[in-house]
């Protein structure tokens, strides 16, 4: 066979893939909600209605280190700035 009489497949070009970005961000900010809850329940004592201490203390900082993991995940716009100037 010759070469004109092979015939070259076109380059397929993969799909693009969606940005995953939107989803992270809004992970981060309904994990950033829960955090302030929990913060607005310690400050104000709430959280004796609800929970024993040693359930709540486990409970907050399960909700802290989320929150710091999914900051690092996903930060928001500006951020790495806020990083660089400190």
Known sequence: MSEQQIAHPEVVQPPAIPSLEPVALKWRNLIERRRAHFIELYLTG???????????????????????????????????ELQKAS
């Open 46 to 80: 709430r959280w004796k209605r609800y929970y024993e201490e040693e359930q709540f203390l486990v409970i907050f900082r399960e909700t802290m280190t989320i929150a710091d993991r999914w900051n690092e995940i996903a930060p928001k716009p500006g951020d790495g």
